[in-house]
T-cell receptor, first 112, second 111 residues
């Protein structure tokens, strides 16, 4: 079936460096791709999304890139901070009723 | 602003016992509501969604059921819990077309 998956389960980054979290997807019919952040013991929190007809979208300290040719999505976090430590999920939105399909997640560890 | 309440926050239940998890939302009307389960160290699996009172769609065959008796209430149930039902259960609503807003979750351990 269709899926959204991640390349790496864990990423360790030095505080102040930039982080890049990657994601591969297989559903070409997705309308939106979305990144969520989940801190330990909490529900996921929406970070940023990108519509399928866009290549890049920027937010506060975050940038999402979409490469439809190779079905690849990435989340870039600038000047990574300890508070960025969490599990990051890519997800896609397709079909009706705003159903979201989540990938398995990447754990980001920020080294002080 | 929207708020999601889930209770209990944590629950330990023996195998074969019944289950009832409740989710209530505030600050919105007629939302789409969703139940997800997250196994330890894994992603989120959509279990059920509801577009209105009494309307439930199941995403995967399982030992669980859901009900929506009121517009802002969503209940997850089981008659007999299995060990594999352990996990972190999250209720969510659609805050925008492309954004789901999640509640604090219920951590269920089945022994």
């Amino acid at each position: 079936g269709e899926s959204v998956g991640l390349h790496l389960p864990t990423l360790s980054v030095q505080e102040g460096d930039n982080s890049i979290i990657n994601c591969a997807y297989s559903n070409s019919a997705s309308d939106y791709f979305i990144w969520y952040k989940q801190e330990s013991g909490k529900g996921p929190q929406f970070i940023i999304d990108i519509r399928s007809n866009m290549d890049k979208r920027q937010g506060q300290r975050v940038t999402v890139l979409l490469n439809k040719t190779v079905k690849h999505l990435s989340l870039q976090i600038a000047a990574t901070q300890p508070g960025d430590s969490a599990v990051y999920f890519c997800a896609d939105l397709s079909g009706g009723y705003q159903k979201v399909t989540f990938g398995t997640g990447t754990k980001l560890q920020v080294i002080p | 602003s929207q708020t999601i309440h889930q209770w209990p926050a944590t629950l330990v239940q023996p195998v074969g016992s019944p289950l009832s998890l409740e989710c209530t939302v505030e600050g919105t009307s007629n939302p789409n509501l969703y139940w997800y389960r997250q196994a330890a160290g894994r992603g989120l699996q959509l279990l059920f969604y509801s577009v209105g009172i009494g309307q439930i769609s199941s995403e995967v065959p399982q030992n669980l059921s859901a009900s929506r008796p009121q517009d802002r209430q969503f209940i997850l149930s089981s008659k007999k819990l299995l060990l594999s039902d352990s996990g972190f259960y999250l209720c969510a609503l659609n805050r925008a077309y492309n954004e789901q807003f999640f509640g604090p979750g219920t951590r269920l351990t089945v022994l």
